[in-house]
C-alpha cells in the first residue's frame, strides 16, 4: 500500500498560501485598475491571482481528500463501514468541489450570453464595430516596434503594476491627445492617443492595443454597447503622469486632479 499520509498536510498548506497569495495578488490589481472588475469574470485566467486562487483550491481539495483516504486505509480495527468511511469522505469532498466548479462555470457562461443578450445592437453598430476593431488593428500595426512609438512621441503615463517592472502600462502622445480633445467627434486609428503595452520578465514590449480619449459624453458610440467608454472618477494627471487617487480629489502632490471628465475607450 502507497502510504500517502506525508503529503496531505504539506498539499493543503501550499494549497493555502497560494490562495492568500492570489488573493493578495488579485486586490493590487484591482486597486490598480478599479475597472477591471466590470470585464472580467471568476475564471479570467489571465489575471494570475485568480489562476494562484484556483490552483490553491485544488492542492486543498486534493489534500483534504488523500488525508480522508488515507485515514480510512489506515484503519485496521473497527467495522467495514468505519474503513470505509474514509474512502468515501474523500470521493464525496472531490465531487462537491466538482459540482461547485461547474456550477461556477454554468453561472459564468449564463453570465456571458446574458450580456449578449442585453446588449442591443442593429446590424449597422455591428459591422461599424467590426470596420473600427480591423481600423485600428491597421492603424496601430506599426507599433508592434516599440521603438517606433517611441520615435514618435509616445510616452508611458501608467507605471507598470508587477512590482513596477512588468505588466501592462499606458503610453501616451501629447500631440495626438490634444488633437483628440480638438475633435472629440472624430476617432483618428492611425494616430490613437494613447497605446497599450505588456512588458513581459524577457523586457519585449508586447502590443495590446490601443485607447482614445475625448471629454466625458463626447466619444463617439461607433458600434453602440459594443463601443462602450468609461471614466476614472479618480483620476489625476501630473508630469509623471497619471495616476488614481485613493479618493476623489486626493491627488498626489505636483498632480492636477481630473476627475471623470475624460473618457476612455479601449481597443
Partial sequence: MIRVTRYPPWMTAGGAIAQIL???????????????????????????????????????????????????????????????????????????????????????????????????LTPGQLVAASEFLKDTKTGIARFADFQVAQAEGYRQVTPFPLNGKYGPAHFRN???????????????????????????PSDRMLLLGAMYVAPKGMGPRIGGALTAWHSHANLCFGGAGAVLSKAPGQCPPGAKFVGDRVEMLHV
Fill in 22 to 120: 492570489g488573493l493578495a495578488w488579485d486586490a493590487r490589481l484591482h486597486r490598480l485598475h478599479p475597472d477591471l472588475g466590470s470585464h472580467e469574470g471568476i475564471f479570467s485566467v489571465v489575471n494570475p491571482g485568480h489562476s494562484l486562487i484556483a490552483a490553491g483550491m485544488a492542492l486543498v481539495v486534493a489534500g483534504t481528500a488523500l488525508f480522508l483516504w488515507g485515514r480510512g486505509a489506515g484503519t485496521v480495527a473497527g467495522s467495514r463501514w468505519r474503513r470505509a468511511a474514509g474512502p468515501a469522505s474523500a470521493i464525496a469532498v472531490v465531487a462537491l468541489a466538482l459540482a461547485a466548479f461547474g456550477s461556477a462555470a454554468a453561472t459564468e457562461a449564463r453570465r456571458g450570453h446574458t450580456h449578449a443578450a442585453e446588449v442591443a
Fill in 174 to 200: 501629447d500631440d495626438y491627445a490634444r488633437a483628440a480633445y480638438r475633435h472629440p467627434g472624430e476617432i483618428d486609428p492611425q494616430h490613437p492617443p494613447v497605446l497599450v503595452y505588456l512588458k513581459l
